[in-house]
């Protein structure tokens, strides 16, 4: 099974009820479809960064999930043909996330090698000398 993140924009003129239920009803397509959703993530309204057909903002939803192929094809295939989304963007994760994971314990050994060192101690400040009596001398005529 691989790992997703989809995000999609709903039109900003549904009401709150129907966006939930467009919500629920696309994590039962995820399930059914043989997936399973990770994170629902709803960023809200936001104002997109041009314009999609006369919508000029939209309510984000982002879904982590973890499915295979036919999951993705299915879940893109609904939101294609709901008028009610805008637009939408599958992404797969799980090989950014393998990579980093390489990065991290790559990292770790590195440091693991690397010696110990200490703190170097602060600068030790010279002991002033104490002044030396200079003998005076009687004038000189």
Request: charged letters at 35%; hydrophobic letters at 35%.
């Amino acid at each position: 099974m691989r790992k997703y993140e989809i995000i999609f924009i709903i039109r900003p003129d549904m009401e709150e009820e129907d966006l939930n239920k467009l919500v629920t009803q696309m994590e039962g397509v995820v399930a059914g479809a043989g997936g399973k959703v990770e994170r629902v993530d709803r960023m809200g309204r936001r104002r997109l960064a041009y314009r999609v057909g006369r919508h000029q903002d939209g309510h984000y939803v982002l879904f982590v999930l973890e499915g295979t192929g036919d999951t993705l094809k299915e879940l893109e295939r609904r939101l294609g043909v709901t008028d009610s989304v805008i637009k939408f963007l599958a992404v797969r994760i799980d090989e950014e996330q393998k990579r980093m994971e390489k990065l991290k314990a790559q990292r770790a050994a590195r440091e693991a090698k690397r010696p110990k060192t200490k703190p170097a101690s602060p600068p030790q400040q010279p002991v002033p000398a104490a002044p030396q009596q200079v003998e005076e001398l009687p004038p000189q005529i």
